[in-house]
């Protein structure tokens, strides 16, 4: 019970990601192979959503200067945070070299979803009743946060995986590990040889003698 509860910390959104990075820093200051980039894949989501982002926030800017009786100036900030965020996150993933630039991207990415789920939210104060409004916005951020615990989740299970492939158990006899498989080791000089057999330092000493 008390190890999962010190596992809570992983679902706080905004803070969970950076301890996650310094929890697993002898993993993420490391280079990122080539093969786990993924470069093209998150920078085609990224310009996407980024330009989605941008277009929301032109056309709010608009309907807030034609349309004098409604103020977006929430919507405008929440949705300008979401454009910045995937900005961000699309130019690291361009020059990512390290574990934790990866995750400072997927950072972004995450503060840039959460901010256009909120932009959504806050808009529909002015088409929905209160009820369905409220109702509407405890789905939203509930089925971001889900999203959010799983992939932290992940996140961290896939360092751990790492950090015990690094980890090599060592010997605690000193012993080679073919001992006891059908070899023996001589006492003298320390040479493995077949059991039953004789060492053939041994052999050649008593030769020279």
């Known amino acids: 019970m008390f190890k999962n509860l010190r596992l809570l ?7 969970s990601r950076p301890i996650l990075v310094w929890k697993h820093r002898k993993i993420t200051y490391k280079i990122i192979p080539s093969e786990e980039k993924d ?21 709010l800017v608009v ?57 959504i ?32 989740y992940c996140t961290n299970k896939s360092f751990e995986g790492k950090m015990k492939k690094k980890i090599k158990k060592p010997n605690p006899s000193n012993k080679p590990p073919c001992l006891g498989l059908g070899f023996e080791q001589c006492p003298i000089h320390k040479t493995i040889y077949h059991r039953g057999g004789t060492c053939p330092d041994c052999i050649n000493q008593k030769k020279s003698e």
């Open 39 to 59: 470069l093209e894949t998150n920078r085609n989501f990224n310009l996407t959503m980024c330009g989605f982002s941008f277009t929301g926030l032109l056309g």
């Open 121 to 152: 939210i806050t808009s529909f104060n002015f088409c929905l009743g209160l009820f369905c409004s409220i109702i509407f916005s405890i789905v939203g951020v509930l089925i971001w946060y889900i999203d959010f615990c799983i992939h932290i």
């Open 63 to 119: 309907l807030e200067n034609t349309i004098k009786d409604i103020h977006l100036d929430k919507q405008i900030c929440f949705i300008f945070i979401s454009f910045i965020s995937y900005y961000i996150a699309n130019n690291i993933q361009s020059y990512k070299f390290y574990y934790w630039m990866d995750e400072l991207a997927i950072y972004c990415m995450e503060t840039g979803s959460l901010f256009l789920i909120l932009t």
């Open 9 to 15: 910390w992983l679902f706080i959104p905004f803070i």
